[in-house]
C-alpha cells in the first residue's frame, strides 16, 4: 500500500479510504482506469490489511457510502481532498456527478471555496494534460497532422490568442514529434488546411468522441463563449460522423466545468 499521507491517525485513514474507494461509484460505473489508479493505494485483490479490505468491501457498493464531516487540520484536509480528485478523475473524466462528489467532498472536510478550488482547478487541468497525452498515443501520424491543423484552426478562430489558448500551442509539438519547421509552417498556413482532410473513416467511434471533445475543451478554455471556434468544432464534429445528440452531450459536459476552472 502507497498513501502518500504521513501522520493520518486511523479515523482520518478509514475516512479517506472510504471517500476515495467511493469516487469509483461517483458515476455509477467502476472503470479500469479507476481500479489501477486504486490499487496504486490499496490492495484491491487480498485485501490482506484493514484499509485495503475496507476498499474492497466499499467497491461492493452500488453507491458511495454516506459520510459525516471529518475532524481534521486544514492542511491534512486539503491533502485528503486532492487524494479524492486525484481518484475521482484517474479515467480521465469529470461528470456531473463526480463533479457533485468532489464538491460534497470540500463540504465534508470543511474546506471552503478559496482552499478547494486551486485543488479543483489543478485536478480539472491535469485532467485534460492527461487525457491529451492518452488520446494522441492512439493516432496515427496523419490523424496527427489534421489534429495540430484543426487545433490550430480553433485556436486562432476569432483572430486572437488567450493566455488560455496558448498554453494547447504547447500540444503542437506532441501532435508534430517536435517537428519546428512543421509547426512553424502549420501555424502560418493553417488557412490552406481543411477539415475535410482526412477520412472519417480513419477514426474509430471512441477516436472521434475523444477528438471533439479535446476540441471543445481548447474552444472554451478561455471561460469565453467564441462562436468561431465553436462552430469549427461543430464542423469537425459533423465530419467526423457525430450525432447532434453526441456532440451536444459532450458540449453541455464540458460546459458543467467552467465555473470550476
Avoid at 474546506?111 to 491535469?126: D, H, M, Q, V
Amino acid at each position: 500500500m502507497n498513501l502518500k499521507i504521513p501522520g493520518l491517525t486511523p479515523e482520518e485513514a478509514q475516512w479517506m479510504t472510504l471517500r476515495a474507494a467511493g469516487a469509483l461509484l461517483a458515476d455509477g460505473e467502476i472503470k479500469d482506469l479507476e481500479l489501477k489508479a486504486l490499487g496504486q493505494h490499496y490492495d484491491l485483490m487480498s485485501g490482506a490489511d484493514p484499509l485495503s479490505a475496507l476498499a474492497k468491501e466499499t467497491l461492493m457498493r452500488v453507491k458511495p457510502p454516506d459520510q459525516g464531516r471529518l475532524a481534521t487540520s486544514p492542511d491534512k484536509a486539503l491533502k485528503i481532498f486532492r487524494f479524492v480528485l486525484k481518484i475521482l478523475v484517474s479515467d480521465l473524466t469529470l461528470c456531473d456527478k463526480k463533479v457533485a462528489y468532489a464538491l460534497h467532498t470540500a463540504r465534508l472536510l470543511d474546506l471552503g471555496e478559496k482552499e478547494a478550488r486551486p485543488a479543483l482547478t489543478e485536478a480539472i487541468e491535469l485532467l485534460r494534460l492527461d487525457f491529451f497525452l492518452y488520446l494522441i498515443e492512439r493516432l496515427q501520424p496523419d490523424q496527427r497532422l489534421w489534429l495540430a491543423a484543426t487545433l490550430i484552426k480553433v485556436i486562432y478562430a476569432d483572430g486572437r490568442v488567450t493566455p488560455s489558448e496558448r498554453a494547447y500551442l504547447n500540444h503542437l509539438g506532441h501532435l508534430l514529434g517536435d517537428d519546428f519547421a512543421k509547426i512553424e509552417h502549420l501555424r502560418q498556413h493553417h488557412q490552406d488546411y481543411v477539415i475535410e482532410d482526412i477520412d472519417p473513416a480513419s477514426f474509430s467511434q471512441a477516436l472521434r468522441l475523444k477528438i471533439y471533445r479535446y476540441l471543445v475543451e481548447v474552444a472554451l478554455q478561455g471561460q469565453e463563449l467564441e462562436p468561431q471556434a465553436l462552430t469549427l468544432c461543430e464542423a469537425a464534429g459533423q465530419h467526423l460522423g457525430l450525432t447532434g445528440s453526441e456532440r451536444k452531450e459532450i458540449l453541455a459536459k464540458t460546459l458543467a466545468l467552467l465555473p470550476l476552472l
